[in-house]
């Protein structure tokens, strides 16, 4: 990153098992209270872990919080806490670099660039003043443009408390459309760049997600996880934000999950009063049009007694709705601060004018201040709070306005960040299973850092949301298509040194629209099929080929069973006939198969071809032997669900239907016109395929919307592949299009979706756990993000639907489930966004797009390990790479692999393997979770405690030291602290305590365990000791070969070398 590590005991260049320094010190320089030595004496004796000193800083740690740089308060007066601050969209209108502004063409407010410059010259200016700066996609960026004597200002500035981070991840994401390992990833990303830059002076002690439309439950405990003090919100439902401030309850303890146990997702919450703007009135941005304070009598524009009164009087009326002698208030908006300094004065002169007023009675005191100062001062009053333990969607800003649209808005967007998050854990995992070689090999540099940015930006929620303009989304979509390209270079350094050999390899980005040139145009060629998962998996490839047979042979050179399918519902031009096998890949590793194309076809290989052909029989019937499907001969639609092993039976209609848009739905918003959906058909054309390998009945609706319905041997599950759009621009004001599945189960009105891929909430229709809801709008204020499923059940019976991306779900009748897969509107719904959601496509005619649901029948007791197995295997999908066949691959026989596993046993099925990364140069960054909640699998072990061996788990490399951190990775487990809060529902709860053996590792349900691991790579996997030229010696042979040493060797010497400048730690 460019930036100087500090002392905290986490810089990656360090190994994990190194000391760190430590001290006491003290600064007669740093404003604000200091801490009585009899009360430090007391704390050392009754509560040791509290305090963490801090070597070479200015401040002591008192259970996280550096007390000596917060301001004065006075108890016995109204505190009034102003944080000046700005927040920066990582793209929204503008793009990420239109906003950052470092090109000339784009010096045009707002410019994120001036804000930083003029911040850092208003803070010098007046010691008492402080900001808080939150995206670090943006001051990352900003930092490594500037020179040492700046930085070492802004250092300064950070060590004092006067600019201070809050949330420091990358961006501020989204809760809604997020998957939880990006959210992790992006945390990780902004916080380490923290770590290493300004030490524990940079450490964020509060989350600030001040501009999310809707907050989830899952967030709050990922949060708390990473060692937040606390969450600020700016945005909260109407109804729920006026029922809190009556009960002056805007501020409460949010239990982030039903089966960790409190207070370890436990998480103080505290509900802003202006969303995140000034109050009205007293905005003195260059955006705001509000006058400035003017103390000159003998001034026209003289106004300082009516600022100072209508000041006294907004904090009245705030302070009832709070339980302390402390609020706070927002000083700062979108993109405010471009001139600080007029800003900064204003302040300045409302904090003297208020206080003066102190002589004449007032007992209200204005400070500049943060929200990390402001939650010390509540966490000091040692109250008793409420406990929230449901979620805040959906969000409504007034009776008519759901913000429930951007759940499904942008669907190509969304499933395009989806898939990239799947390919950043293969990279990443490739990375760190492979060693140095991966980033330096034959192939080139290979880089995983391009990749991991671009995915983090893309947890913005302006971005994965799909709410941003349509230049800001292509935009999007470019930085990610630029990521790949690093990694995939990566992974062919990464493939031919656990491989033995090197290829042409090809990665085919259009697979999804089965578009691949290799594989459609050549006669022969190899699959190379990497598992991320640590478990082997058995995957059905469909490749589109060219027409006639192949022979497939697997790692060994036995035929496997293929088959070539056509597809007559679409036009060859859009879907050209597919190759079917299944391949079968190990734990953490990859199997190669060979691809042959054949004259004529030999029965005894087991492939063979079949058109589809229009349904003429009275039943319509595709099965297996654990799942069936029946169908109507007369509509075509799906009409019964059968789990044969359960023997469970279950009457189902499925279809497509659309909701005719009102003027008020836009990228945001969700505003049907009439409560009921019309049908794109009531009947669809039909046509059937049975196979050996494959059961399908395609369904034609309309021009514009058609359905696959398929199943394959052994499969438990329905597969439902849709393809959408364009939709028709018709007279209104658009289209927005669900499929619906409709039961008989009596689900009376619940039903269950998960919180961002993770653990699972119950829904009720019409009705809100913490208020009596006012529904005003039955169809859009009953919608809820569903980030990987959503279910309805009986009790007995459960229907599990799992999406492939983020889409907005309901139950709106009992027995009925639906899920929104696309929109296109032509209104605005005013929200600053200012244009029609549209998305014109490649042929400027509309988008289609194309997705899977994959649905599960089965008990209720049982469900949950068929859905939480099922979506682990869809986010972690295998990554196929292709190479051209025949020639000579193998260079030394002995050396060659066609099959690899980077384990040397599988994780229990309980166990994900969230994250293996390059951390450092001999270290790893580990997590692992436990993917059940508590009593969720009631038929077996699933959701028991799991503990692991983790002694030559790996086969590449062997783990000679663990150190345990908090969840980002940024602070040591055993050194973190947050401050404790008292819920009025368990009053004694203490933090359960985590053992870390050097042998195993013990997992309880819905737990992520992080690691540090410092490791040493097995040497016939080090990269040194393989030719890996393919063919016969040859001089360009020979050049390559020296080629990809020089850049290992220059790679090497580049991570040992001490930094030349400050900020010289590892990348993130």
């Not at 669900?738 to 019409?766: A, K, M, P, Q, V």
Request: net charge neutral.
């Amino acid at each position: 990153m460019g930036t100087e590590a500090h002392d905290s005991g986490m810089n990656r260049d360090q190994d994990t098992d190194g000391t760190s320094k430590s001290g006491v010190t003290t600064n007669s320089r740093v404003p604000g209270p200091q801490i009585p030595s009899f009360l430090l004496l007391l704390l050392l004796l009754v509560a040791p872990e509290a305090l963490v000193w801090v070597g070479a800083k200015s401040y002591v740690y008192v259970f996280g919080v550096p007390v000596q740089t917060c301001p004065k308060v006075k108890p016995d007066m109204l505190n009034v806490h102003l944080v000046a601050h700005t927040h920066n969209d990582v793209g929204w209108l503008k793009t990420v670099d239109q906003y950052f502004c470092d090109a000339p063409t784009w010096k045009t407010s707002p410019c994120v660039v001036n804000i930083l410059d003029s911040v850092v010259q208003a803070l010098l200016g007046e010691p008492t003043r402080r900001f808080v700066y939150v995206e670090m996609a943006f001051f990352s960026r900003w930092w490594r443009q500037q020179r040492e004597t700046t930085r070492e200002v802004v250092k300064e500035l950070v060590q004092q408390g006067r600019l201070e981070f809050a949330n420091g991840g990358w961006v501020m994401n989204d809760e809604a459309t997020t998957h939880y390992g990006a959210i992790v990833d992006q945390m990780t990303l902004g916080l380490c760049f923290l770590e290493d830059t300004f030490g524990k002076d940079g450490l964020p002690h509060v989350a600030w997600h001040i501009d999310p439309f809707g907050h989830s439950r899952e967030q709050a405990s990922l949060f708390a996880q990473m060692g937040f003090d606390g969450i600020f919100l700016g945005r909260i439902d109407y109804q729920d934000k006026y029922t809190r401030e009556v009960a002056q309850e805007m501020e409460q303890v949010w239990r982030g999950s039903a089966s960790l146990q409190p207070p370890t997702a436990d998480l103080f919450t505290s509900v802003l009063p202006n969303n995140y703007d000034p109050p009205s009135g007293l905005c003195w941005d260059i955006r705001c049009h509000d006058p400035p304070v003017v103390e000159d009598l003998g001034s026209p524009n003289y106004n300082a007694d009516s600022v100072v009164a209508h000041f006294l009087n907004v904090a009245a009326d705030q302070a009832g709705h709070y339980r302390t002698n402390h609020i706070i208030m927002t000083m700062g908006s979108d993109f405010h601060y471009e001139q600080a300094q007029n800003w900064f004065e204003n302040l300045d002169k409302l904090i003297r004018l208020v206080n003066a007023q102190q002589t004449k009675g007032s007992r209200i005191h204005v400070l500049y201040s943060t929200p990390a100062c402001y939650l010390w001062e509540l966490n000091k009053a040692n109250l008793s709070w409420s406990v929230k333990q449901d979620d805040f969607f959906p969000y409504a800003d007034r009776p008519h306005n759901f913000w429930t649209g951007y759940f499904s808005s942008r669907p190509a967007l969304k499933r395009y960040e989806r898939i990239s998050y799947n390919f950043l854990q293969v990279c990443n995992q490739l990375e760190a299973l492979t060693g140095p070689v991966a980033n330096a090999g034959p192939y080139g540099l290979g880089d995983s850092a391009p990749l991991r940015e671009a995915m983090a930006v893309l947890q913005h929620h302006d971005a994965v949301s799909g709410t941003s303009r349509q230049h800001v989304a292509d935009d999007y979509a470019r930085q990610l298509a630029a990521g790949w390209g690093p990694c995939e270079v990566l992974l062919r350094n990464a493939l031919a040194r656990l491989s033995g050999f090197k290829k042409n390899f090809k990665f085919c980005r259009e697979l999804n629209i089965s578009v691949c040139q290799l594989s459609q145009r050549a006669a022969r060629f190899q699959v190379i099929v990497y598992n991320p998962l640590a478990r082997q998996v058995d995957w059905m490839l469909r490749l589109p080929v060219s027409k006639g047979d192949y022979l497939v042979l697997d790692p060994s050179g036995q035929t496997v069973p293929s088959e070539v399918v056509d597809h007559l519902v679409l036009s060859s031009r859009e879907h050209p006939p597919e190759l079917l096998f299944t391949a079968s890949a190990p734990a953490l590793g990859f199997s190669i198969y060979s691809v042959t194309q054949v004259h004529k076809q030999n029965p005894q290989t087991g492939f063979s071809w079949l058109n589809p052909q229009k349904s003429q029989s009275s039943v319509l019937v595709i099965e297996n032997e654990h799942t069936r499907a029946v169908f109507d001969t007369h509509t075509g639609l799906l009409k019964e669900l059968e789990n044969r092993d359960k023997k469970l039976v279950l009457p189902i209609h499925q279809a497509f239907f659309w909701y005719n848009a009102s003027k008020g739905s836009g990228a945001y918003i969700f505003a049907p016109e009439k409560l009921d959906a019309l049908p794109v058909s009531l009947s669809s054309e039909t046509h059937l395929v049975k196979t050996a390998l494959v059961q399908e009945v395609h369904q034609k609706f309309s021009a514009w919307c058609s359905q696959v319905v398929r199943l394959y041997p052994g499969q438990r599950h329905l597969e439902l592949e849709w393809t959408v759009g364009p939709i028709p621009p018709e007279i209104g004001f658009g289209k927005e299009v669900i499929s619906r599945f409709d039961t008989t189960l009596e689900t009376h009105g619940r039903f269950y979706t998960d919180s961002n891929g993770r653990e699972i909430l119950e829904r009720r229709r019409d009705y809100r756990p913490t208020w009596n809801l006012n529904q005003t709008e039955p169809v859009a204020g009953n919608y809820y993000p569903v980030n990987s499923r959503i279910y309805i059940t009986d009790g007995n019976i459960q229907l599990t639907v799992l999406t492939d991306r983020s889409q907005g779900g309901s139950s709106l009748s009992d027995g009925s489930l639906e899920l929104m897969v696309h929109r296109r509107l032509w209104s605005v719904d005013g929200y600053g966004v200012g244009e029609q959601l549209l998305e014109p496509g490649k042929d400027l005619k509309g988008l289609q797009v194309r997705g899977r649901h994959l649905v599960l029948l089965d008990t209720t007791q049982a469900a949950a390990v068929g859905h939480r197995l099922l979506a682990e295997k869809e986010v972690l999908a295998p990554q196929v790479v292709f190479a051209h066949g025949g020639g000579a691959p193998w260079t030394h026989p002995g050396n060659r692999r066609r099959t690899f596993s980077g384990l040397r046993r599988e994780l229990p099925p309980a166990v994900r393997l969230l994250t293996l990364a390059r951390w450092g140069r001999r270290t790893l960054l580990l997590r692992l979770e436990h993917q059940f909640a508590v009593g969720e699998d009631s038929e077996g072990n699933m959701s028991s405690p799991v503990t692991l061996d983790l002694r030559n788990l790996f086969s590449t490399f062997t783990i000679t030291h663990l150190k345990e951190t908090t969840l980002a990775a940024n602070q040591p487990w055993d050194r973190a602290s947050r401050l404790q809060w008292t819920p009025n529902t368990d009053p004694d709860l203490h933090t359960p305590a985590s053992s870390l053996d050097s042998a195993a590792i013990t997992l309880q349900p819905m737990e992520i365990r992080t690691f540090l691991a410092s490791v040493r790579w097995n040497p016939s996997w080090s990269g040194r000791d393989v030719h890996l030229r393919a063919g016969a010696p040859s001089t360009m042979g020979w050049v390559n070969h020296c080629l990809s040493i020089l850049l290992l060797l220059l790679q090497t010497r580049a991570i040992k070398m001490p930094p030349t400048s400050p900020g010289g730690g590892g990348d993130c």
